[in-house]
Every structure is written in structure tokens, then in C-alpha cells.
């Protein structure tokens, strides 16, 4: 089992940065790749970035390329989300979600999942 914990949500300005971590606890952090999904309300969960398991490799969604970074710190048991230049459309809840195999867009890829965290982004 792993455990996760999201936190670093809040409410920001459009133009406005936000980071975003993932704590993991339970089996050895560095054996799962991590995702990052948002869900928006009335809309479905939707792949933001990912990261493999030793973090030489990452996957960002059009969407939010060039503004958004996914990074993680095996020795803390964390996974950031750098969130930049933020819009008004990036409003949503954020997860976080584990694996074992491999880093993947899909959110039926992934075993453990936090609770979430809320990003409001005004215009």
C-alpha cells in the first residue's frame, strides 16, 4: 500500500504560480511512477503530468506544456507539480496517483490515489 497526500492548493490569480506536492508514505517510494490529474466540476478527470520512477522521464498534457513541471525528490518521498502562468481553465481539484509499472496518461493506469487538493484560479 502507499499513501498519498497532496497539498499546496489554494487560491491564485490568473498569471499567478502555485507548487503542489505529493507525499507518499508506506513501500519504497522510488518503485512508482506518479500522475497528476485535475478534475474540473461537471467535467472528467483529466491527465495533467507524469513522472517515472526515477524522474529522468516525464509526460505534461498539451494543455498545460511549457507552463506546468513535474518533478519529484525520491529521498523526501515527494512529487511536485510547478504550476505557472495559471488560467482561469486550470481551476480544479488536483490528485496525485501511484503505480508500479509505469508512467501512463491514464488514470485506470494507477493503483493509490490521494485525496485531493483544490487550485481556484481567478480571472
Known amino acids: 500500500q502507499v499513501q498519498l497526500v497532496e497539498s499546496g492548493g489554494g487560491l491564485v490569480q490568473a498569471g499567478g504560480s502555485l507548487r503542489l506536492s505529493c507525499a507518499a508514505s508506506?513501500?519504497?517510494?522510488?518503485?512508482?511512477?506518479v500522475g497528476w490529474f485535475r478534475q474540473a466540476p461537471g467535467k472528467e478527470r483529466a491527465f495533467v503530468a507524469a513522472?517515472?520512477?526515477?524522474?529522468?522521464?516525464?509526460s505534461t498534457a498539451d494543455s498545460v506544456k511549457g507552463r506546468f513541471t513535474i518533478s519529484r525528490n525520491n529521498a523526501e518521498n515527494t512529487v511536485y507539480l510547478q504550476m505557472s502562468s495559471l488560467k482561469p481553465e486550470d481551476t480544479a481539484v488536483y490528485y496525485c496517483?501511484?503505480?508500479?509499472?509505469?508512467?501512463?496518461?491514464?488514470?485506470?493506469?494507477?493503483?493509490?490515489w490521494g485525496q485531493g487538493t483544490q487550485v481556484t484560479v481567478s480571472s
Open positions: 508506506g513501500r519504497t517510494f522510488s518503485n512508482y511512477a
Open positions: 496517483a501511484a503505480n508500479s509499472m509505469r508512467r501512463s496518461y491514464f488514470a485506470r493506469d494507477y493503483d493509490y
Open positions: 513522472i517515472n520512477m526515477s524522474g529522468s522521464g516525464t
